[in-house]
């Protein structure tokens, strides 16, 4: 499949719209959120989202390698198989939606019983689940009508139609906040209004540009279940592993602590998901030309490519990561204004660990990607579940035998990922490819030195100067984030690299 540079500028455009979206929203309503309902109310809207997280395990089993089998037989005009698969995966939805919806039956009404719930918000935490469960159920049915622009090659309408949900969810969110008492659950309605759309869009592009395919569920075979599960089993692998570090918090967090604990840690993680949302954006960029020179058996040239991702991908991350631990302290002050000094410094504990993950992610999520290249997933599947283990378990022992509090829920995770990211990425990628550990652990350590001289200046800044308005902020953080990337690209990238890249700039301008 052909995607044109103008689809992949539209795409990238799409992804930094949802960024911005994500974070603007973020931004103004979870201040609004805290200041009128407290942190807890927060925390519990994470909760759902990461409760109902937990059935994407299975979902992905079937909906991760769809559209490979249903497009495949497309290119083939054989539209009868087309509509077997569609319609096997759309049956197997519905069966998982009932088992979901039959859960939720039983939970949603007693989930007091199971959580710690503040009674006074117990009717509207009920209201939250039930909206989170429905919108789980909504996107689970309609996900496999994506498969319309992408064996249609439509990638550039997918794009616009993404962005089109973003301007229903901001628009739920304004009449909402704006008009009515607030409410735990608002946010939640806003993305069952933007998934609902994206439901209709993703049914009626399908079949406007797939007519030939049939919605018919006696059309779906078991075989053609079985088929498709068995080739996507690894995915839903990569999901519980996910899940193992990262969405089992907030329930530890309740489960362990209180709610109060569990809003304040997701409070923490809103800038550090912002971070790791950008990470994931850059990750895949220098997947097509690892794939390039991995095809043509430019064995040294790859090495050099898979360096240079590590250098620029770090580069990137430096000063926004040095730059928030650094300044952590006045952006919440500002942001949260009315929450006490105490909380404070607790939520910039907790958020300046966890975007420690963001960083080293960044420096080697392309090499991750290697895996994929020369198509040798299953031990990093592996390593990654058995970490999501021992994180859960490390993280429940420490929370019964020590006093360290919420904090313990983020140092265990922080360290095992980044020692993953440090020795497991760079020493896998390193022998899938025939190239030195050595190749790609001493730039990943050339990469990361600079963050220490960077986070002193930053730090010595932010406590020498006073910052009391967000005028200063931006300023500060302008100033220092000039001089620090100038800075760390002296130090991350050889002089040679350097003036390559400038004799480049400077042909660009002239022309």
Not at 58 to 86: C, W
Not at 135 to 146: A, E, G, L, R, Y
Not at 336 to 360: H, M, N, P, R, W
């Amino acid at each position: 499949m052909k995607i044109s540079k103008k689809q992949n500028f539209v795409n990238l455009i799409a992804n930094i719209f949802a960024l911005i979206v994500q974070f603007a929203i973020n931004f103004f309503v979870v201040p609004k959120i805290i200041k009128n309902l407290g942190t807890e109310a927060v925390g519990y809207v994470n909760l759902s989202t990461d409760i109902v997280s937990y059935f994407s395990i299975i979902t992905i089993i079937f909906n991760s390698v769809a559209g490979r089998f249903i497009t495949l037989e497309i290119n083939k005009d054989n539209y009868k198989k087309a509509s077997e698969y569609i319609n096997s995966v759309l049956m197997a939805n519905t069966v998982i939606c009932a088992a979901i919806a039959l859960f939720g039956a039983f939970f949603i009404p007693f989930i007091d019983r199971f959580l710690n719930i503040t009674p006074s918000y117990l009717a509207e935490v009920k209201i939250t689940f039930l909206i989170t469960w429905i919108t789980s159920i909504v996107s689970i049915m309609t996900s496999v009508f994506t498969v319309g622009t992408f064996a249609s090659n439509k990638l550039n309408i997918n794009a616009y139609r993404n962005i089109a949900s973003y301007l229903v969810r901001i628009a739920v969110i304004i009449i909402l906040f704006g008009f009515f008492p607030l409410k735990v659950y608002f946010l939640p309605v806003a993305t069952l209004a933007s998934t609902a759309f994206l439901g209709v869009a993703n049914y009626n592009l399908t079949h406007r540009f797939l007519p030939e395919l049939k919605i018919d569920l006696r059309l779906s075979r078991k075989e053609s279940v079985k088929e498709i599960a068995s080739a996507g089993i690894w995915m839903s692998f990569i999901s519980l592993s996910g899940i193992l570090m990262r969405n089992v918090d907030t329930v530890l967090a309740n489960k362990l602590f209180d709610q109060q604990a569990m809003g304040f840690l997701s409070t923490s993680r809103t800038i550090p998901n912002a971070i790791t949302a950008i990470v994931n954006t850059l990750g895949t960029i220098f997947t097509p030309t690892f794939i390039a020179l991995y095809s043509k058996n430019r064995h040294r040239e790859l090495v050099e490519e898979a360096k240079t991702s590590i250098r620029v991908n770090g580069l990137v991350l430096l000063v926004p990561v040095a730059g928030f631990i650094a300044f952590s302290k006045p952006f919440y002050t500002l942001w949260l204004s009315g929450v006490d000094e105490k909380t404070i410094d607790l939520i910039v504990v907790l958020s300046s660990i966890t975007v420690v993950q963001a960083f080293f992610n960044a420096q080697t999520i392309s090499l991750s990607q290697l895996s994929v290249v020369v198509n040798k997933l299953k031990l990093p599947v592996f390593v990654s579940f058995g970490i999501g283990i021992i994180n859960v378990i490390v993280e429940i022992v420490l929370a019964k035998t020590t006093n360290l509090g919420v904090i313990i829920l983020v140092v265990p995770s922080t360290v095992l990922i980044c020692l993953r990211y440090i020795l497991f990425n760079t020493w896998y990628a390193a022998k899938i490819i025939d190239a030195k550990f050595g190749d790609f652990f001493k730039t990943l350590l050339r990469t990361t030195l600079p963050i220490i001289p960077l986070l002193a200046g930053f730090y010595f800044v932010s406590t020498h100067i006073v910052i009391n308005s967000w005028l200063k902020l931006i300023v500060a953080a302008c100033v220092c984030g000039a001089v620090g990337y100038a800075a760390a690209a002296l130090i991350v990238f050889p002089m040679k690299e350097i003036k390559s890249i400038l004799s480049k700039v400077i042909k660009k301008i002239k022309k």
